[in-house]
């Protein structure tokens, strides 16, 4: 039996659809990274970290060097051997992301939660890079 995967836009033989299989299967580096977003609020810096599938046990999170560091491995499962694999584009084995830690983080107070498929890591700011409010008296 041969199966067919089509996503309704591109024709079978297609040279788009001929490239889009090979960049898939030439790319893993792309795949061995989390997909990432990074926000910036008064209080801190929020790291979210796509990562479905990836069991608690395997998430390492850690600062060195400056570095906020982030791996996790998603095991491939196992197949018994009577059945064919038609299609793989889930990624397996260890995933990586570092970022260099902003000047103003502090390295006291980070937490790293996950939930639905998504790990946030959330790193406070110092105290001291906070924006402050200086009172002005007036003399008469």
Known sequence: MEVFMRNGLTPDNSLLRQWNVLWNELEPARRAAPAA???????????????????????????????????????????SKDVELHLSERAYGTMRRAFTMPEDASHKGIKAAYKDGVLEVTVPKRPESKPFKIKVEFEN
């Open 37 to 79: 977003d990074v926000v910036e609020d008064p209080d801190g810096y929020h790291f979210y970290f796509e990562m479905a599938g990836i069991n608690s046990e395997s998430v390492n999170v850690r600062v060195e060097d400056g570095n906020l560091i982030v791996e996790a491995e998603r095991k491939r499962p196992e197949w």
